[in-house]
């Protein structure tokens, strides 16, 4: 059962210091609110299969709940790392679902690819798979999407999903416990994390953009003088 002190929080729809606890926090609040320690294990779920959920405000408000009584620290740890391990054997299996053959076909259809882009790819995953899979947990976004190339190149189940645990606890056991030791400032956790994915999200679009233009130039290299 959630605290009363907790339902007061959430009906009165505030955080701590006053602000609104609405959008993700008050879902995850519900969720929590309904089913306890399970509840943030079924939003952490949903956040892998849906990247824009984020985990920096899911993570914290659980160990926050944790704090106020409505269920133990180490509930909240088992359930939020066991929703992350669901939701990644989800994507792991769209992935496997969709399989290599098919991967090619969608591929050769894309404009600007080539196939040895593909190839060279699937070389790559052979070499860095394990610490793409192990160090991606911990990458906003990126940690849903690796999923979903480790099912297409039937990386072992077994190896994905004991890499996918060990990172997501990692990943986890930092935010619930920063939410449980800030209490009523859990929120705070979210603007440094916030920072951090709005980094990882330029990187990876200057990458793409660079990527982009010398594919580009290299498709009119390749063109005949008067073509």
């Given at each position: 059962?959630?605290?009363?002190?907790?339902?007061?929080?959430?009906?009165?729809?505030t955080?701590?210091?006053?602000?609104?606890?609405?959008?993700v926090?008050g879902?995850?609040?519900?969720?929590?609110?309904?089913?306890?320690?399970?509840?943030?294990?079924?939003?952490?779920?949903?956040?892998?299969?849906f990247?824009?959920l984020?985990s920096?405000v899911i993570l914290?408000?659980?160990?926050?709940?944790?704090?106020?009584?409505?269920?133990?620290?180490?509930?909240?740890?088992?359930w939020?790392t066991?929703?992350?391990?669901?939701?990644?054997a989800?994507?792991?299996?769209?992935?496997?679902?969709?399989?290599r053959?098919?991967?090619?076909w969608?591929?050769?259809?894309?404009?600007?690819?080539?196939?040895?882009?593909?190839?060279?790819?699937?070389?790559?995953f052979?070499?860095?798979?394990?610490?793409?899979?192990?160090?991606?947990?911990?990458i906003?976004?990126?940690?849903?999407?690796?999923?979903?190339?480790?099912?297409?190149?039937?990386?072992?189940?077994?190896?994905?999903?004991g890499?996918?645990?060990?990172?997501?606890?990692i990943?986890?056991?930092?935010?619930?416990l920063?939410?449980?030791?800030?209490?009523?400032?859990?929120?705070?956790?979210?603007?440094?994390?916030?920072?951090?994915?709005?980094?990882?999200?330029?990187v990876?679009?200057?990458?793409a953009?660079?990527?982009?233009?010398?594919r580009?130039?290299?498709?009119?290299?390749?063109?005949?003088?008067?073509?």
């Amino acid at each position: 059962m959630i605290t009363a002190g907790l339902i007061a929080l959430a009906a009165a729809g505030t955080s701590g210091d006053g602000e609104e606890l609405t959008g993700v926090a008050g879902w995850a609040v519900d969720l929590m609110e309904r089913l306890g320690a399970p509840g943030a294990g079924v939003a952490i779920a949903l956040e892998n299969l849906f990247p824009p959920l984020p985990s920096e405000v899911i993570l914290p408000l659980a160990g926050f709940t944790a704090s106020q009584g409505s269920f133990s620290l180490a509930s909240a740890l088992f359930w939020t790392t066991a929703g992350s391990v669901v939701g990644a054997a989800v994507l792991y299996l769209l992935g496997a679902v969709v399989g290599r053959r098919r991967m090619y076909w969608i591929w050769e259809r894309l404009p600007l690819v080539k196939l040895e882009d593909l190839e060279r790819t699937e070389r790559w995953f052979d070499r860095h798979g394990r610490k793409a899979v192990f160090f991606g947990r911990m990458i906003p976004i990126f940690r849903s999407l690796i999923s979903v190339p480790a099912g297409v190149e039937r990386m072992p189940a077994w190896q994905f999903l004991g890499l996918t645990l060990a990172g997501s606890a990692i990943w986890n056991v930092v935010f619930v416990l920063a939410g449980y030791w800030l209490g009523e400032q859990w929120h705070r956790v979210e603007g440094y994390a916030g920072t951090f994915q709005y980094v990882v999200i330029a990187v990876v679009v200057g990458l793409a953009c660079w990527w982009l233009v010398n594919r580009v130039r290299s498709i009119r290299h390749q063109r005949p003088a008067g073509g």
